[in-house]
């Protein structure tokens, strides 16, 4: 079993190396699928792939599915910038064999066509979202893998798009330790109008590590296209309330991953529902809030 668990890693450490480099360089499309999920992740930094135990595991890691061991719904409300919102949901239902998860994430605006006069000429309503299926598996007790096939939608006035990727990665545990490999956004470019571009490929190796009141998590993200990214983070629970902190370095600038600084968080749990915040700094653009429900069942 060991020797299996030897060649999965190494094919999953080069698998990324070959994925990233087999794409030709071209206009990266699909920013938003780079936003965090989840108000409880997004409080540490992102550092959550080798976390990823709960409904958001479709986004971080689907390979995380496979440790949900009852239902779970989750939804998040995120103020992202001016005249911009967001909602998610994401659902997670084991099953005998694995544990299926399904998320649906929007990113939209509102605003008011006018004329040189001031005259309202119509209403804009432009759109970014995206309808994931995912399936998890334990292979042993100590490894599970997963993969997310994805539906990609825009809108902007009176252009339309539309496109499909897949994800795939692992979990692997040891002790109180936890390792994952991740592959996100492997699809073909997606057309807009007339033109085609990238979907944001990227890879990330993660680790965690729990001592029950406290965990801690860290991402290492290889983008095809910009610097590489280090997100780090921990969460630490006393009775009902978790605190969470965590630090992301990502990319500087006004993409959708460009938020590199401090994130904090705050969470309530009660039997099986929970409440998160978290704050997300965006650089000269402002804050984010998130936040996130969730009930277990």
Known sequence: MINRIIIFLLITYHLPLITLHSYSPGTTGGEFLKLDRGARAAGMGGGFSAIADDATASYWNPAGLAQLERKELQTTHMNYLINVRSEYIAYAHP???????????GLYSRDTRRDSSGNTLGRLFDYNYSLTLSYAKNLSEDLAVGAGLKGIFYRFSETRGNGA?????????????????????????????GEKSSLPLSASLGGAWNSGAFSAGTDLVFPH???I?????????????AFRAGYAFRESGNGAGGNTGLHLGLGLRYRDTGLDYSYSPFGDLGQVHRFSFLIGF
């Open 95 to 105: 099953l005998n064999g694995g544990v299926l998860g399904c998320e649906a994430f």
């Open 165 to 193: 990727a897949l994800d795939a990665g692992f979990l692997m545990k040891r002790g109180d330790f936890r390792f994952s490999g991740t592959l996100k956004n492997i699809g073909p470019k997606i057309r807009l109008g």
């Open 225 to 227: 296209k910009g610097r």
């Open 229 to 241: 990214g280090l997100n780090l983070g921990g969460e630490f629970n006393y009775g009902i309330t």
